[in-house]
Every structure is written in C-alpha cells, then in structure tokens.
T-cell receptor, first 116, second 111 residues
Framework: EAGVVQSPRYKIIEKKQPVAFWCNPI?????LYWYRQNLGQGPELLIR????????DSQLPKDRFSAERLKGVDSTLKIQPAELGDSAVYLC??????????????FGEGSWLTVV | GENVEQHPSTLSVQEGDSAVIKCTYS??????FPWYKQELGKRPQLIID?????GEKKDQRIAVTLNKTAKHFSLHITETQPEDSAVYFC??????????FGKGTRLHILP
C-alpha cells in the first residue's frame, strides 16, 4: 500500500517568493492534515480537512498561507510571500476517521523548505 | 487548549539498558495518546498508542503507561538496541481528533 506522498521533498527559495507543496494521502483516508515541524521541535498542526472541508485552521497564518483540498483527495499548501521564519519541514498526514477519537495518523516524508 | 510537555529533551542510555520518556497533558478530555518515532530525515512513524480506558499496553520491548488522574503517560523501551536511536514524540488527542505533539526526546543508544 502506498503511503502519504508529498512533493517536492526539498525546496530552496528566496524570501518574498511563493512556494507550494502538494500532498496525496493514503487511498480512502478522509482526513488530511498539514503540520509544520521546526528543527528540534514536534509537529504543529496548521490545518485539518475532513473530506473537502477545513474543520480546523486556527493555527494557519492566513495572511500568507493558504490551503485547499479539491475533491477531498489531494491537497496543496501555499505560502506567499515566504519569510525567513517559514524555513521548516512541512508534513502532510492522513487518517481514516472511524470513531470519535483515537484514529492513527500516517505522515508523509515531508517537504523541507529553506528560505534564504 | 491542550498542552503536552515531554521530558527529557535528550536521553543517553547504554545499549541493553532501559529508557523511559515521560509526558504530561493538560486537557482532561484527551483520550488517545500515540507515540511516534522519527529517524533523521524520515517521517514520524507510530510505534505504540494507548487509549484512556487502558492503563498499560505492551508490544515486545516497548510499553506505554497512562495515569489519567495525574494526566501523565510514559514510554518504556527495554533492552535498548542501536536502532532505537531516534527522536520520540508523545502526543495527545481529544474527541475533536486534534493531535498535539510534545517537543520530542532525542534518544542516543551508547555502544
């Protein structure tokens, strides 16, 4: 079974430039997450989708970050314009929600962003 | 909202000895507690999880304990091996499935 697929794996951009990350979740998973992981820290949730609906985007910096999940499958996360502090690993994850809680989430390999 | 504290941030143990990582959480509504292992440059991978209706769970050399009253849970690795070297993250999730992670523990297994 294919896992969560992300691209690109690595991206180096100059500040103020835009960048986009793409995620393909595990087939059949209805919930998709974008996390940001800074060096030496745990993943921090940016946005969570249930199917096409963003059910939790409270941690997404909406002035420069946007995300979409068209047709409830693939998702893109965009940053425009990027700032130096956006350098991090952007992790996509997915899960299949079957009950009120306790559903295992599976991570992709991450997209490593360096803003210079 | 939920806050997860994890200790220690770095842990070095001799190969063959046991390692213990501890976490506390703040939201009494949290009822699911997964542990993830992340090797350098790799994705976080689930190694064990526990739900609030269980006090302890074991899987070969790995065990997790949960104390709901004190709101803390721990990961125990026995007979540590070189391949156990990694960063370990605890996490807590409530009914809204919002999973909050600790800051991680870097485990070094010394030869």
């Amino acid at each position: 079974e294919a896992g969560v697929v992300q691209s690109p794996r690595y991206k180096i951009i100059e500040k103020k430039q835009p960048v986009a990350f793409w995620c393909n979740p595990i087939s059949g998973h209805n919930t998709l997450y974008w996390y940001r992981q800074n060096l030496g820290q745990g993943p921090e949730l940016l946005i969570r989708y249930e199917n096409e609906e963003a059910v939790d985007d409270s941690q997404l910096p909406k002035d420069r970050f946007s995300a979409e999940r068209l047709k409830g499958v693939d998702s893109t996360l965009k940053i425009q314009p990027a700032e130096l502090g956006d350098s991090a690993v952007y992790l996509c994850a997915s899960s299949f929600i079957t009950g009120p809680s306790g559903n295992t989430i599976y991570f992709g390999e991450g997209s490593w962003l360096t803003v210079v | 909202g939920e806050n997860v504290e994890q200790h220690p941030s770095t842990l070095s143990v001799q190969e063959g000895d046991s390692a213990v990582i501890k976490c506390t959480y703040s939201d009494s509504a949290s009822n699911y507690f997964p542990w993830y292992k992340q090797e350098l440059g790799k994705r976080p991978q689930l190694i064990i999880d526990i739900r609030s209706n269980v006090g302890e769970k074991k899987d070969q050399r790995i065990a997790v304990t949960l104390n709901k009253t004190a709101k803390h849970f721990s990961l125990h690795i026995t007979e540590t091996q070189p391949e156990d070297s990694a960063v370990y993250f605890c996490a807590a999730s409530n009914r809204d499935d919002k999973i909050i992670f600790g800051k991680g523990t870097r485990l070094h297994i010394l030869p």
